[in-house]
């Protein structure tokens, strides 16, 4: 339970729908996830493939490489600045259509882009509408799955995930290739006088992708859960938002995870950019090909993440932590690679142990936080924690890249601390459990 000084909730019922453990029997995920996962998968495609497509923007424009973090960073501003009131938004709603109503915001995003706004500040307007996006879409997890098939339910959705983001760095990658550019799909857009006209035909395509998520979304069955601040003052909101947080991470379990995940998305953004500067200096690749590169890691994260989803159970979530401590002992190898095949192998392994690391303890996670709060609200407060790191992190990488300090060094340490990390996530833990209770 919340301290006394947050706004209550209330939870609203719909006596016309069935319950969620109707719609999961026996750790069985419901016909209608099928749609969450598509919905959720068309619309990450479009935002990574989105991202590609804004750092050849920077790129043609002439701005320096270390600009590109800063992509992400406007991006993932209003997941922190938003958090305390995108919670209870998600939870007051049918979640289905509030994500669709955050891919307009997308689409709109992607429009101030074509007609000219800094692609930083037009992706930080389509980072508003997946900040909305992400505590409805992994709410409606624990809405329409039991506990028993949180981690199946986690497993399939962090492969959408990352299968948008394979897929997503592949198809922008094409978009801002020679071959693309001089088509005659993307010369049918050079008549619209815009600053963008150059990548015109790539925003377009990107738009029909927002589009079909946007109908997906609104073909999702609302589960019938609400759950409603009794205030709508934004200070009261954020006061539960506080609240909720330090419950969140007081909690033994809930804590455990909430560190090693927030830690997780901190680097794996931050691998993001590396990667690709990585291979433009290790292996003398373009951008269009280094983008590709990057499919290798999501293809790893793939399998990691069908591995723990099918292996480990919620109460195994903690057996997770050791494949943190792998991925943090592998990023030095990839700063030693220096050939392409030999790179995909290694960044598919780079991937392979932070899927398996990361949707065992997600799932402990969400359990907790929607036992603690509710599906809307532990979202946002995960969300908060995890965009806070990636923040961070970038501006720490951006900040590097500014000086000068070899890629190399970097993957190194940025390795070393997360083995480091995770190291110590699990001396504490282990220390926990073996201590009596208080």
């Known amino acids: 339970m919340l301290p006394t000084h947050s706004a209550p909730a209330v939870p609203i019922a719909s006596p016309n729908l069935a319950p969620p453990a109707a719609l999961s029997r026996r750790g069985c995920l419901p016909q209608s996830f099928g749609i969450v996962i598509g919905a959720q998968f068309t619309s990450a495609l479009a935002d990574n493939a989105l991202l590609i497509v804004a750092i050849a923007l920077l790129i043609d424009q002439g701005y320096p490489g270390w600009w590109a973090p800063l992509l992400k960073v406007g991006f993932m501003a209003a997941y922190v600045l938003l958090a305390p009131w995108v919670g209870p938004l998600a939870d007051a709603f049918a979640k289905g259509r509030v994500m669709a109503a955050m891919n307009v915001v997308k689409i709109a995003g992607l429009g101030l882009l074509a007609a000219g706004l800094h692609p930083i500040a037009a992706l930080a307007v389509v980072g508003l509408g997946a900040a909305a996006y992400a505590p409805a879409k992994y709410g409606l997890i624990t809405e329409l799955a039991e506990p028993q098939a949180l981690v199946k339910a986690n497993g399939w959705i962090e492969i959408s995930v990352v299968s948008a983001a394979l897929l997503g760095a592949v198809l922008g990658g094409a978009l801002v290739s020679p071959q693309w550019l001089a088509s005659g799909l993307a010369a049918r857009c050079d008549g619209f006088d815009l600053p963008a006209d150059k990548l015109t035909g790539s925003l377009a395509a990107l738009l029909v992708i927002y589009a079909v998520s946007s109908l997906l979304n609104a073909g999702i069955p609302d589960s019938g859960q609400r759950q409603r601040s009794v205030s709508h003052d934004p ?25 090693a ?46 591995a723990a989803g099918r292996w480990l159970a919620l109460h195994q979530a903690r057996h997770g932590l050791w494949a943190g401590v792998a991925l943090g002992l592998l990023m030095p190898v990839v700063a030693q690679v220096s050939d392409v095949a030999t790179a995909a192998v290694v960044l598919a392994l780079v991937g392979a142990v932070g899927g398996a690391m990361v949707v065992p303890l997600n799932a402990l996670l969400q359990h907790r936080g929607a036992a603690l709060l509710s599906a809307g609200r532990s979202i946002a407060v995960q969300g908060f924690n995890e965009n806070l790191s990636v923040l961070v992190m970038l501006a720490a990488y951006a900040g590097c890249e500014a000086a000068g300090v070899a890629i190399g060094v970097t993957l190194s340490g940025l390795g070393v601390l997360v083995a480091a990390a995770i190291g110590g996530l699990i001396w504490v833990d282990t220390r926990r459990r073996v201590s009596p209770a208080p």
């Open 235 to 259: 200070a009261a909101l954020l006061r539960e938002f506080r609240a909720a947080n330090r419950l969140l991470w007081r909690d033994r379990e809930g804590g455990l995870s909430l560190a």
């Open 261 to 306: 995940t927030t830690l997780f998305w901190g680097v794996g953004a931050t691998l993001q950019f590396a990667v690709l500067r990585w291979a433009g200096e290790a292996l003398s690749l373009p951008l269009s090909q280094a983008a590709y590169l990057q499919a290798a890691v999501a293809v790893g994260v793939i399998g990691g993440a069908a």
